[in-house]
């Protein structure tokens, strides 16, 4: 069973309580925000997007996102890029990753043994102890942010930093190369994007 109910101006999630064989639930480009506790209901969906939605969580808010995902035994798609919080905590995939065992694809990245293998290996720190390095980052980017409005081509510095940034968060940056690479590719889109005109700078974010 599937609902799809992408651009829809949605501010908050269905009631899942009454669709107990859904597997397939579709939320993307809406006005999500604040707890994913509705969506816990939804125990044996296999794929979930919530891209381009509104979420704001500080690290420590996403732990709380995961205790209630974990509870989808069946989940193997999940997408999450696209909500502001990305922008400021782009090491988010990691912890994903480690503890959703079931996924096999996160924002459209297939999660590979070995990417899953060098990921479990990894000692992080919880997800708490980032909220600190969070604020600092969502404060220097909305600084950078409202610097650089006039002019896309100023961005190609920030996007080099967040690449850098997420290779730098595990022992072996190389183990997300795929992830680092789609960064990239993301990175250009957005520039192009923003450089039109089309949309607000943190929904196209990572378009």
């Known amino acids: 069973v599937e609902l799809n109910l992408s ?15 859904l597997e397939v639930l579709i939320l993307s480009n809406n006005k999500l925000s604040g707890s994913f506790q509705p969506l816990k209901a939804g125990v044996r969906i296999k794929q979930l997007d919530l891209a381009y939605n509104r979420y704001e969580c500080t690290p420590s808010e996403v732990s709380h996102a995961l205790d209630y995902l974990q509870n989808m035994k069946n989940l193997m798609s999940l997408r999450l890029y696209g909500n502001p919080f990305v922008a400021c905590f782009q090491e988010y995939q990691v912890f994903v990753v480690k503890r959703l065992s079931s996924l096999t694809k996160l924002d459209d990245l297939k999660i590979t043994r070995s ?3 060098d990921i479990s290996a990894t000692t992080l720190a919880t997800l708490e102890a980032y909220d600190d390095a969070f604020h600092k980052r969502k404060k220097a980017f909305n600084e ?14 920030r996007m080099i930093q967040i690449t850098k940034a997420l290779e730098e968060i595990l ?7 795929g992830s680092v690479e789609r ?3 993301e990175a250009t889109t ?5 450089a039109s005109g089309k949309g607000d700078l943190e929904e196209i974010f990572w378009s």
């Not at 651009?7 to 064989?21: A, T």
Request: glycine share 4%.
């Open 7 to 21: 651009h829809n101006n949605l501010h908050q999630p269905p009631d899942l309580y009454g669709m107990p064989n």
């Open 115 to 117: 990417m899953r293998r």
């Open 144 to 157: 950078k942010t409202s610097q650089h409005k006039e002019g896309a081509s100023s961005f190609y510095p």
């Open 171 to 177: 022992d072996d940056p190389n183990s997300l190369q």
């Open 183 to 185: 960064i990239l590719l």
């Open 190 to 194: 957005f520039t192009k994007f923003f």
